[in-house]
């Protein structure tokens, strides 16, 4: 399928089927588009910045804007054989389609690891350049960015950070709408630091079409707008590099499949370290002198917990952070997905007990057992709404039997993973582990 990620006033490239209007656009825009995408992201920015980006954070948030909409046209069920991987063109605006098309296949190749699919890209000229409002332009003094999701990692990342005090941050949140907006409110004001927080909307629109809820690609959004704030600070414009900071925990950043049934591209691979790698090449190759970071790189959930530099805070606040992969509009989590296993292990590894946990879950212990066994009947529903559950007592089974390198396999191996394949290993084998302790502690192993 053709897609071409486009402003409003520009002609879409022969062949095409749906084009995405991103950074303007309005109801008669949206008529001459399948969707738009960051309409709301300049005047945003603005408000809080009163300076215009670099150049080239506003092209790879064009290809950003271009990804995620193309995502929610394609549906997998409806266009892929296996279910899953699709093949997509891609024809995005920028500034300098020379230089981007240059390095269109490292880009394709970082697309495709982060969302199983085969991308094709074009870039044709049209990049963004705003004009920004005619008002003092406002200091930025902040030091680095960080990512703020609403999630336990970033909120430990953020408590860590201001704890410190060794770094300011800008805390950069892809706003969403519901409960998790609330939290990526909450917890800044929770820290003292309300100032330095800027919350941006992607806010992608398909309708009248099938959308594909995967959304594998949300990441590299999240991300864009990082670097639209990393660009906006002053240690920016006088030329020396930004961090910005994507904390998570090794474990769910490292995405080893529970077991060989399970491909690994149905977990998010946001901040995993071959990913970050390809991209910070990228940007590199950009000229766009930002460092990604992670510091909880070789840390499981349960140790940033345990580790983290403000106790007081933690407990505050942890209970009200998201974690669940399958939440939905209940903004509630189940309980029983991966994210949520991992999420419940890490209170129990923190405190050592399980009712630490204030968290309220769809599917508490009791729902997943019945006399110690796992309980594939509960209310009617079929086995695999357990799957995460099988597959994870699957993994740790296999590791009993074989060991924790079998069970890792390729998935970390020295030729991607370099000097540190050891220390990638042992957390992976650390965050089964942790969720291993939880299942015991439930009667579920």
Not at 62 to 86: C, E, K, M, P
């Amino acid at each position: 399928m053709k897609i071409a990620a486009l402003r409003p006033d520009q002609a879409s490239p022969p062949g095409i089927d749906h084009r995405i209007s991103i950074f303007e656009g309005d109801l008669g825009a949206l008529a001459n588009s399948s969707g738009q995408a960051g309409v709301s992201v300049a005047n945003e920015l603005f408000s809080w910045a009163g300076r215009s980006p670099a150049t080239k954070a506003w092209d790879f948030t064009a290809l950003a804007l271009g990804v995620v909409g193309a995502d929610r046209l394609v549906n997998r069920a409806l266009v892929s054989g296996d279910g899953w991987t699709r093949v997509i063109d891609l024809t995005v605006g920028v500034s300098d389609p020379h230089t981007w098309q240059g390095l269109s296949g490292k880009i394709e190749e970082m697309l495709s690891f982060l969302t199983g699919d085969f991308w094709n890209l074009s870039f044709v000229e049209g990049g963004y350049h705003p004009a920004p409002p005619k008002k003092p332009v406002v200091a930025r003094p902040e030091t680095c960015v960080a990512l703020l999701s609403g999630g336990l990692d970033s909120l430990i990342g953020a408590i860590d950070m201001e704890a410190v005090g060794k770094d300011v941050p800008v805390y950069v949140s892809n706003r969403v709408r519901g409960d998790v907006k609330s939290r990526q409110q909450l917890f800044p004001s929770a820290l003292g630091a309300t100032g330095r927080v800027l919350s941006l909307n992607a806010n992608p629109r398909t309708p009248g079409v099938p959308a594909e809820i995967s959304q594998r690609p949300r990441s590299i959004v999240f991300i864009a707008f990082g670097l639209l704030a990393a660009t906006l600070l002053d240690r920016y414009k006088d030329n020396e590099a930004v961090d910005l900071h994507t904390p998570e925990n090794g474990f769910i950043s490292l995405n080893v499949p529970l077991t060989t049934a399970r491909r690994g591209s149905l977990s998010t691979r946001t901040t995993h370290p071959r990913f970050i790698q390809m991209l910070q090449n990228l940007l590199n190759e950009l000229g766009i002198n930002v460092r990604l970071q992670n510091r909880y790189q070789f840390k499981t959930k349960g140790v940033m917990m345990a580790e983290c530099q403000d106790q007081q805070k933690l407990e505050e606040l942890a209970s009200l952070s998201m974690s669940c992969g399958r939440a939905g509009r209940t903004y509630t989590h189940c309980g029983r997905c991966l994210p949520c296993l991992v999420r419940r292990s890490s209170f129990l590894r923190w405190k050592g007990r399980l009712d630490a946990d204030d968290t309220k879950y769809l599917h508490p212990d009791e729902a997943l057992r019945v006399d110690g066994r796992i309980n594939s009947e509960f209310h009617g529903k079929a086995f695999a709404e357990y799957d995460d559950v099988m597959q994870t007592l699957t993994a740790l089974d296999y590791v009993k039997r074989y060991g924790s390198r079998k069970w890792i396999g390729p998935a970390i191996g020295s030729t991607s993973f370099g000097s540190r394949v050891d220390d990638y290993r042992k957390t992976a084998e650390d965050g089964l582990m942790e969720i291993g302790n939880f299942l015991e502690a439930t009667g579920l192993r």
